[in-house]
């Protein structure tokens, strides 16, 4: 995994066969992204949004799989970024536990609906959301982390 500038393209965090393969099933419907715009205000330098999943004729809350990669000004702020979202998911009853993330702590936060992982790696922030009921429970854990390093190791 390595700290490294944003790319605007999906096919850089995860394309679909890689997405397909972590879950063990080839998902349906399409795959979309969204690149986000920086916010000096918060120190966010680029944004970009990987939906998979998209049932046909569903909106992107819909997505089966949801990565999402931010990158800050410098790693502090990558920190306070994480810390406050963690902070909000608790304040919303997620539950929270703490699980590795190659060398990295990553935090669960399990939410009705949805398992999330969340953590940061210098200067970069990721989310890795899967839907439940897509793979089982005993399984997500694995899925979760294996999407996040996935989509923070570089492509060749």
Do not use: W
């Amino acid at each position: 995994m390595t700290d490294r500038p944003l790319s605007d393209d999906c096919a850089d965090v995860a394309d679909p066969e890689a997405v397909d393969e972590a879950v063990g099933q080839q998902l349906p419907g399409s795959a979309t992204h969204i690149i986000g715009i920086p916010e000096p205000k918060i120190g966010r330098t680029a944004k970009l949004d990987c939906y998979f999943g998209i049932p046909d004729g569903q909106g992107l809350t819909e997505a089966a799989v949801l990565i999402g990669l931010a990158t800050y000004a410098d790693a502090a702020t990558a920190q306070e970024r994480y810390q406050i979202s963690l902070d909000a998911e608790r304040a919303d009853g997620a539950a929270v536990t703490e699980t590795k993330v190659g060398n990295q702590t990553g935090m669960l936060l399990s939410a009705s609906g949805t398992q999330t992982l969340i953590g940061t790696l210098g200067k970069t922030s990721y989310l890795v959301t899967v839907k439940k009921g897509l793979v089982p429970d005993d399984r997500m854990t694995g899925v979760l982390v294996k999407l996040a390093q996935h989509a923070l190791t570089p492509k060749l």
